[in-house]
């Protein structure tokens, strides 16, 4: 499961791929919630062997009928009872072998109770007659008022626990079963689902197509998938097994460029495990208002349709990492599963990092390297500015909630370290074994680490304890000396990082510190480290021209590190390690000297270089603020690279009232750019430049360019927020109105609680609205809501986000409502302190008044009164 959309405020999500700043040190904010509880596994009485799936969709009551055909074996004797998941849906009736059984159906859970005791080991098999309207697991699209050019669909998505408001199951990752869905839908729609398509059959007096698919390679309810609708189909050839696209009407080429590499994907992905793909095909489907990103269903992965990329968006995004994803969930979760909620990271960092591994594969190891700088960004931004928890937690209240950055990319990240520990070809074997091993099952992190140590013969309870089962990561603080007469490099390694129950106060790794010295000749000092500080010394022919500091960024951690400067630009402009020279770079801007500058301006001049270092030269320059830093980003609009030109125009908004930069904007969103993502990233950069021509062109551009999935729309709310000027209030409220496109939507959200605060705003009227948009239709506008009300300190939201956290149907919603009501409760309660110390200090005031004035009347006596 891929969480982001690629909506318009999806387009900020992507703003740290170049680099971000490091998280601050310190002991971070506990991830539960007050009153949450630990989850363990859920038992099972019976294995469910096959779930057949008798169903009629009826699109005008969006509702759905059918039957569910359970087949299982006992696992112990004596089982009386069989309980099973079943939300939002009406039992009609449960029968064994034609005769009816006794059932019970109460807070979601269903319990059949059978005429006598089952044996272990023999075979039963329950049918359940079921129709509902389901909030949740199955969503029906079709036009409305609002959006009358909407098609008729609908989807399922059983991810986490969802599929039972769809069908009565077993809905825990612990239980496989091969499953049949026998679908009957309108005759002019198409239905998709898992497996096989073994019929297709129409009744024309009803007016209905029923499509019969089965599964046979047995997988968790969550993965069973149901889409109905009218779709464009087109093959991919080259994967070695029958792949389908489906696309909207309309969008085939579109799908085709989201879609093209997963040929490639699949040959890589088949090697790199050693397990060919396993399933008899493998489809994609893109559908409208999707909840996420994509979903893994077996053989059946759901897209969002903001995915679809039409010619332009081509020039500078892909789809290829979604797609990646996707398909490696195929083999990591799919064949082989969590085995509870808790080790999801084998699902999601898995499939992050193949995401990842892809990208080594198809485009280069700088990519692959700066794949690894954003996924330490996107983790360091939660871990520093949100919550701290182990990858592997208990504690949560729906089991969403543990699907944040430290699942996904934290999780990608610890595989990124492991690879480098044990070496690509150990690392490749033991993938292999783990896979190989647990085909077709459910794994623990415990599974993974056996098949390493098998591998390798190594002891890895100490890196699974420290990256996987606690928290955090080392923040180091080095420097570096030489001594000529000696040939001395010393480099002193401090860890610094702030501890607590769950962060170790001393991570224990290897670490390698590598020396040039001309030419290509390096010399790499490999160390452990084991204390809280280590000074390393290497003997060196002559004092080196740079050092770079964990080539490869092998370990995850942050580094305050500032070698000399000569060795920084020297660093910048000859080291072949992306990591290293971003880190010079980013040395540079800090330091802001004028020869720092140049060499960072000649690097982002350079139009043979690796776009990712240029970018994050465009970065550092941002950072460094000086004219001269100015005008070598003016100059870089003129890159024939669009994400260059991307760093550009962002790293340009850090120049707050400088008419040069304001002007060099202003150009870039009035003319245009043949990127959309530059010219979003123009107009969010013209409005942090205040300039006083800034709100027209914004509000101008805002009405009159539309662009894919409205980015550039976003992009002037972007700015118009950052101007805090009150008459972008207008445009924000326009973009919230329910006929714009969800991203938009969200994205108005949050520029209206930025300029809730500017001089003149009616802040009052733009709480209120707020507070209505919590309890939105769509979940990101309610997510978006809730965090600008929470930034606001809205008191008046704490009854919206109180329901909203008890009650909404989405758990990411109900999370980022309780944490929002939770901010607003203490920022009030800071508030009342404050308050109460005001009081106190003023009466203090007061007796030190009066005693003053007794002093005064004693020292003045009694003949002056």
Known sequence: MRLESFGASGFACGRMEEGAAAAPHGVKRPFPLPGTPSRWSRDRKVDVQRIRLEVALDFRRKSIAGTATHSFTPILDGVEALELDCVDLRVRRV???????????????????????????????????????????????????????????AWTQGQDQDARHWFPCFDYPNQKAATEVIATVPANMSALSNGRLLRRTVDRKRGTATFHWRQEIPHVTYLVTLVAGEFERFPLRGGGVPMTVWAPPGRAADAKRACGGTARMMRFFNRFTGIPYPYEKYDQVFVQDFIFGGMENTTATTLTDTALLDRRSFLDATMDGLVAHELAHQWWGDLLTCRDWSHAWLNEGFATY??????????GRGEYLLQILSLRDNYLSEDGGHYRRAIVCKTYRDPVEVFDRHLYEKGALVLHMLRNLLGDDLFGRTIRLYARRHRGGTVETVDLRRAAEETTGRDLGGFFDQWVFRAGHPDLKASFA????????????????GTDDDTPSVFRMPLTISFALGGRRRHDLKVSLEEREHAFQAVLPSRPKWVTFDPGFRILKTLDFTPPREMLVAQLAGDDDVPGRVHAAGCLGKEASPEGVAALGKCLAGERGFWGVRAAAAAALGKANTAAARDHLVRALRSKHPKVRRAAVRALGEWRGD?????????????????YLVEAEAAAALGRTRSPRALDLLSRVYDDRPSWNEVVRAGCLSGLAALRDAKGVEKARDAVKPSRQNGLRSAGVAALGKLADAKDAPRADIAEELVRLVDDWWLRVKISACVAVAEMGEEKALGALTRAAEHDLDGRVRRTAAEAAKRIREGKDRGEEVRKLREDLEALREELRKVRDEVRKKALGPSTR
Do not use: N
Request: a positive charge; aromatic letters at 8%.
């Open 354 to 363: 193949f995401d990842a591994l892809y990208k080594e594969h198809d485009l």
């Open 95 to 153: 029968t064994m072998r034609g005769r009816r059984l006794r059932f019970a159906h109460a807070e979601g859970v269903l319990s059949v109770r059978f005429p006598r005791p089952l044996r272990a080991g023999g075979k039963a098999e329950i049918a359940i007659e079921y129709s509902g309207t389901p909030r949740r697991g199955l969503y029906f699209c079709a036009p409305d008022e609002h959006h009358p050019g909407r098609l008729v669909e």
């Open 482 to 497: 030489w001594d000529e007469k000696k040939k001395t490099a010393t480099v002193t390694v401090k860890q610094v990082q």
């Open 659 to 675: 008419a040069k930069a304001g002007d060099a904007l202003h150009s870039v969103v009035e003319k245009g750019d043949p990127s």
